[in-house]
DNA sequence: TTGCGTGCAAAGGTTTTGCATGGCA
DNA sequence: TGCCATGCAAAACCTTTGCACGCAA
């Protein structure tokens, strides 16, 4: 689906490596610039941001905005993530911040409802719900 | 519900008159710095965030985070959202960036989902649902 | 009079870019 | 060899903040 030439470079494959062996979690671009300058392989956070926003680009990442001003999130996705098997939303806090993960089916239905309806095509790992948690909702 | 005490200063009476005349409109904050230089009675870029902030806190406009390094778009709230009688969902495209209303009552069942099950209160005015429209979806 | 709002300028933080060098294919 | 990737530094960008002054209540 897409044959760009990518370089097999030390720097992308120390990054793709480290970001498999923490899935599911939402890392920043300083969060991977620090992780490997304190494991004594320092990569430039111009190199970090280049080869984050190709690896978004490939599908291998997602990237969530979560707020303005805040650092974007990267997550690696998972290989059974591919396969269409499972679609991850994101509930995000809007008193304590939280972000919430979900693997919800019922809430799928909501792609193919906008779909079917509303002639829209949605992208989830885009989208962020804003609200309030269990435990800020009072 | 708030009541907090605001100052009726003339620069947020001038804000809060246009924003009025452009409802629906996705305004940047430095859109609005823009409009006012031009048109005879520029106010510092602060005030304007200070303003534009304070008002998506009292609900009279939607705050949305578009893309990480773009600004912030803010959009004017219509009276009749205010009742609470009908709850507005929005649609943006990721593609060309057309903002799509929609009233939907299925869609409405997420809130009592994500209540229900996942103990998560949604506030449909931050929300967005980012996708392909039917023209950019192909 | 009180204290919030404003304006200016500077700082803060994230992300991008120019350019020379280095390394994969 | 050709060209992409890297690193460094600086720039670009959006947004926030400190401080003195102004103005609404």
Redesign the pocket.
């Known amino acids: 689906m897409d044959p ?9 494959e120390m ?1 793709i490596g480290y970001l498999k062996t923490v899935p599911g979690v939402h890392i ?3 969060d991977v610039c620090e992780y490997f300058r304190t494991h004594g392989a ?10 984050l ?2 690896l978004v680009g490939e599908g291998v990442l997602n990237k969530y ?1 979560i707020d ?5 999130c990267f997550e690696y996705v998972s290989a059974d993530s591919h396969s269409g098997g499972e679609v991850c939303f994101h509930c995000k806090c809007e008193k304590c911040g939280k972000l919430i993960h979900m693997h919800c089916e019922e809430l799928e239905e909501i792609q193919a409802h906008l779909s079917a309806e509303h002639h829209f095509k949605l992208d989830p790992m885009r989208t962020v719900f804003y609200g309030l948690c269990e435990e800020c909702r009072i």
Do not use: C, F
């Open positions: 760009r030439a990518n370089y097999r470079t030390k720097q992308r990054l920043t671009a300083s320092p990569i430039s956070q111009a190199t970090v941001y280049r080869q926003e190709k905005i303005a001003g805040s650092p974007a």
